[in-house]
């Protein structure tokens, strides 16, 4: 949002108003770090980061599947080139990367003139000072890891960072040992917290006007005066309201993040045409109409605010991208990773799968050296916040289907192809885990283990690089939002079976993934 040291491609990217048609595209990106920005056919500005870094890398020696495509079902084909290389950051990082969106928009003529010079030369503006940002999250900080990008981009751009949301989960360590970013903690007191529909209609009202006084209090006295309001939309109540008259009363410019529209959360709650879902639209849409800027996670989502909110404000599609350190990993590291997590309780039912070796990959062989096993378990991993728009009832149909067709043909003593067992592991936190964990253990599978579990924000993307597939059960409530585990999926190489919902072909294409519809699709498509 506010760089000090642009580098042109980033710098023009906003180089006219929300809806421009002036903006010549960058050239294809090389394998050096670079933006490639191009017009959509809303005439949207769209931006695609690439980094020339880590290279997928499902054709080494030591990544082989260890099973053939069953010739009666869909092939996943492993990802290749086509999948462009992991990033070190996201969001606002596909941006900053070593610099930020800020030249464009505090400058559209300065950003222009720029581009009319890619490459001639470089974009100095040093002599800026620092700038207070403050970014509002209100839910877990930790478990937001597009705002933490964000943060870590603005901060490495020199800026300095009110990161303001909700403790729980530990956040990642960058942002943490990151001297720029201050973490703000917002504290709500547990007997505000609906148990209950019933409870939720009463204690609601109270939670929100407790989280307006406490943001107010933050925002205007608890911190610097901040430059920019950065504010993630959802929650939009009371978030937009808190972060719209701040804006107004301390200069700042406001910024909202489009993750989805939390009206239609609600609305899988209370019911779309509930009365308090229409009001919780009405605000949404009175408060996110007018800001400095509007990021946006889909090229869907951002032609629906232009075509059915009339916002107003820059406009600007950022795709996700998967950090750096989301990569595909080598035996020797799959095999330090599984032997250390086959040691935590959590993943008790995998062990059964190791065949007696210390990894459930990997083997050592006769020389010493670190191989992928011969027959090995296929690693299928999921993640998810145990939360109502995710059924895991399907997942779990579908690993029914797959164990008895396992089953079946391990059991035929012809020339049949033997499908290999799967190892399932489903990681996050959320209401329903207790749920669905109980419904996991009255499972009786032979071929199939299934453990769930809440892994470190630094063994996430260890075991993203190990896995075999990813499977996303994410279902949009307003079909214009991406699941950010697809994201970090497709980083580490991992092909991708996702729930068919309208905006998904986005991300999840025949070059990296599969959808589906419904258990036996699913069940399919792993075979």
Known sequence: LVSDAAPPTAAGVLAGPAGATDVTPISEPTHDSSVLLRTSADGQTVIDSHDGGVQSDWESDDIIRPYESDSDGGDIEPVDDDIPDPIDTSGLASLLGGSTLA?????????????????????????????????????????????????????????????????????????????????????????????????????????????????????????????????????????????????????????????????????????????????????????????????????????DLQRSWGIRGQLVVLHDKAPRHFRRLGAEEIHQLWKRLLSDSQLEPLRQLSAGNESLLTCRSSDGTIEMRKYRPMLIVSSTSWTADEDFSILLSALKLYDVKAASRNACSGDCVTLPPLAVLITGKGPLREHYEQEISQMELQQVRIATAWLSAEDYPLLLGSADLGVSMHTSSSGLDLPMKVVDMLGCGTPVCAFRFSCINELVTETNGLVFDSAEELAQHVQ
């Not at 909202?256 to 779309?272: F, R, S, V």
């Open 103 to 303: 030249n464009a928009l505090e400058d559209p003529s300065k950003a222009k003139a720029i581009m009319e010079n890619v490459g001639q030369q470089p974009f100095d503006d040093s002599a800026r000072s620092a700038k207070h940002i403050a970014i509002l999250v209100l839910g877990d900080i930790g478990r937001s890891p597009r705002m933490q990008y964000h943060a870590l981009s603005l901060a490495q751009a020199g800026h300095h960072i009110d990161f303001i949301g909700y403790d729980g989960a530990r956040p990642m360590e960058e942002v943490l040992g990151n001297p720029r970013i201050a973490l703000r903690h917002i504290k709500i007191p547990p007997q505000l917290s609906a148990s209950s529909r019933a409870a939720f209609f009463v204690l609601a009202p109270l939670k929100i006007a407790y989280q307006i006084m406490l943001l107010f209090w933050i925002l205007l006295f608890a911190i610097q005066r901040p430059h920019y309001i950065l504010v993630q939309n959802p929650p939009a109540i009371p978030t937009l309201l808190v972060a719209r008259v701040c804006a107004w009363l301390t200069g700042a410019r406001l910024v909202i993040d489009w993750h989805n529209y939390g009206y239609t959360i609600l609305g899988m709650k209370l019911g779309p045409r509930h009365p308090i879902v229409v009001l919780a639209q009405r605000f949404e849409r009175f408060f996110g109409a007018n800001a400095y800027a509007h990021l946006c996670v889909t090229d869907a989502m951002a032609a």
